[in-house]
């Protein structure tokens, strides 16, 4: 099953007519999760090839406007395309971000009067106090909401960070276990890890009816990874009839950081097929990056390398870098660019965290509104019956 | 001084690459007032000739998402643009709209910790139960803010109606007069009328010489339409030496609305010179307008002859109908359009209102996203020295 990921925001602080406001979509089997959803992120959305009424979980990474303020709207939106389902429930949402975002949704879905045709529950993750210097600024009555749900609304959980992991544990099916990791920002910024199950390999039928085994229960044992002994008295191993394993993907998408705060996010992020990592001003700008608590690509890359990660995407530029190509590439940016005069080319950003990088085999990417990236498997195969 | 209109938003229910959601700016003597801001109006101004730091009074016409969820954002936004400013303060905006305006606004920039470089007060409309079926199904925790103020957010007026005028009374400054009045449609919704004052006719100075009135507390009195008796015993009256006094203009804005409620708004939208009034399906659609509350072509039309109005413009066009001139014009929506099937073009609503008008002199324009309309000032002129 393929896998791919598409920016449908790559600028920072506000969207602009040059680069839309944090979002991006991973999709997968039919399904799309929705990372970050800042202002105008519906209308990027139809701009794009992602259809919108495939996302079932939306991830916001932290509470700035510019990665959220586009989520009530997105609701009301994929609501219309909704068809009036009587007695049964339509679609369902799961919303995973920080403490107050559960708060935000039900003020705005309920000022507006919004009678929405599918239903969400939001699941909040209650952040540490070593992630923010503001943690703890926010009002309890912001975070702590009313007892009464919006008529759509289901209950979410509160989720607190595992000791054991360091992480927040979002996530766990038959296909992925999804994690939230800290970040160091202004405010509570998480990253989230995505790790696709390794599945079986698949039983080589042909050799299996060539030792006489026909299809039957020891099918069954032979992919869950035991042996069997056959009636000739032939101990089988699984590895003998199985294909080798097929290595789950990991995606990381981090949120707006200067730094990762304890373990649990290089730990979750060990190995990943591909890491999304802010990266908004250049390196020549790395104070003023720390000051806003931001990255630049010399910052990403170092993260990239702690985590072995195969590929490094960046994206959430300053507003001054214009996409490459764009006529004022070079140019000072828009109404809200308070950041003044234009910056390095956006491919200089590039440059910067591909020598960083310089020894090891890490591919960087430079995001781009609606680029899409392959997650591609990794050819590495483990060893077979060992289900993780 | 000149005044027009721009349209930054012409399309209703959700933004879409074809039709931005609800906004629009009259812009005159330096400053802009801006008029709904539904979700992406920031990145719609930055691509019209609007200079968005221009804004000085924001008017919310109804809660539905469509008009509002754009504010935060907005704010936020012009904030980037404004230099600290030490201990004075920065610019100041001033936001009308219904109750649950100000809750939502200072929800929406607390949670996500949005310290301004300006500031802003919000003056909430209170609506009556004749405006809508929903009326007073509002939560009262939600109308009745926290006493906490957002650090940047300056106390607002609660606005009732005035039953004199069957208004509510917005702005009266010495250059404006502002007043909401009341619509029906599914929630309290509001249409503005902004009347210019009349100024003064100039003085006919070389006149004033000639018969020997030197520049002096003469020339106040005769400008401030008093006659004044000379020297000579002469009595001098003001509209021998006044030129023609200069009539204000009117521009009024409804939100959504199958109909007005009361009087108030066709005695205050008497003789607009601009009617901006939405028309959100074609004529054939009129049942199903006015189920939800909105408006065709001629039941707007109906209003402008009602109100004797020079000119209307129709706009919050269901995104069924494409822009004129556009690829797909006909083609059926896009992510969220309900109404499913392509309707008449876009031509078509005008000519429906333009039939309604028939007869009148009342002029018709399809607004489109970015189309500026100039607003003229009525040849005819009042008498002089009777300042309104």
Known sequence: MSMDITFLGTGSAYPSPHRGASALVLRTEGECWLFDCGEGTQTQLMKSAIRASKITKVFISHLHGDHFFGLPGLLCTLSLSCSPHGDQEGPHIEVYGPQGLRNFLRVALQISRSDLLLTYAVHELEPSREQSPCTGHLDPALTTSSPQLHPQERPGRTVHLDPDSDCYSLVHDQRFVVQAFQLYHRVPSFG???????????????????????????????????????????????????????????????????????????????????MVHEATLEDGQQEKAVEHGHSTPSMAAAVALACGARTLVLHHFSQRYRPAGDQQEQESGAVGDQQGG?????????????????????????????LTVPVVRQERHTQPGKNS
């Open 192 to 274: 989230f890890a995505v790790q696709e199950r390794e599945r079986p390999g698949r039983l080589k039928v042909e050799l299996l009816k060539e030792l006489g085994v026909n299809p039957g229960p020891l099918y069954g044992r032979l992919k869950n990874g035991q042996s069997v002994t056959l009636d000739s008295g032939r101990l089988l191993r699984p590895e003998e009839v199985l294909e080798p394993a097929v290595r789950g993907r990991k995606v990381c998408v981090f949120g707006d950081c200067s730094a990762l705060v304890g373990e649990g996010g290089r730990r979750a992020c060990e190995g990943a097929d591909v």
């Open 342 to 370: 234009g910056g390095a080319p956006i491919s200089q950003l590039k440059v910067q965290a591909e020598q960083a990088l310089q020894g090891s085999c890490t591919r960087v990417i430079l995001a781009e509104d609606f």
